[in-house]
């Protein structure tokens, strides 16, 4: 199974619609089906926003890792991208983006890249699963939801600085 997906958007008709739906067939192939929603609307904003606002190429990459799921959108324009106040013309979207995922922007040598991370549902890491294993295990504790959150939520920190700051991808 592929743990990665790569999609030129340039040229598609309604772009934002078919970067959704192969979202959404890739969700369905890695068994993410519970993170569809948020991962979609994620998806949805920045793609949106890329094509209204950035320039081609415009590409979606969708990298799964332990702890959740990083969606990168690249475009052809350097600036980066600023909230706006909203209004009935839309600019809310960075900042429902930013409420669902961790946002980061990234200048490249032509464009830029706007990465965000979605973390996973515990029960969707098979990592933090085990951890919560040898934790309940070894510490006595009986609170298994509790040790569960915590653990996902270090996986998903540590994750995110290792693979999205430090590393560049």
Do not use: W
């Not at 089906?33 to 890329?50: I, K």
């Not at 190429?57 to 600023?82: H, N, S, W």
């Amino acid at each position: 199974m592929r743990r990665e997906r790569r999609l030129n958007l340039d040229g598609r008709e309604l772009p934002v619609r078919v970067a959704r739906s192969e979202t959404d067939k890739f969700l369905a192939e890695l068994g993410l089906l519970a993170e569809g929603e948020t991962v979609l609307l994620v998806v949805s904003e920045l793609v949106t926003n890329a094509v209204r606002y950035g320039a081609a190429p415009v590409i979606l990459a969708l990298r799964l890792f332990e702890a959740g799921l990083c969606v990168e959108v690249t475009d052809g324009c350097p600036q980066m991208p600023v909230g706006r106040p909203g209004d009935e013309n839309g600019g809310f979207g960075l900042d429902l983006a930013g409420e669902l995922a961790a946002l980061s922007f990234h200048p490249l040598a032509e464009g830029k890249v706007v990465r965000a991370f979605v973390p996973l549902a515990p029960s969707s890491c098979p990592l933090a699963e085990e951890i919560v294993r040898l934790v309940v295990d070894g510490c006595g504790t009986h609170d298994l939801e509790s040790s569960r959150l915590a653990v996902a939520r270090l996986l998903r920190d540590l994750e995110t600085d290792l693979q999205l700051v430090h590393t560049g991808r």
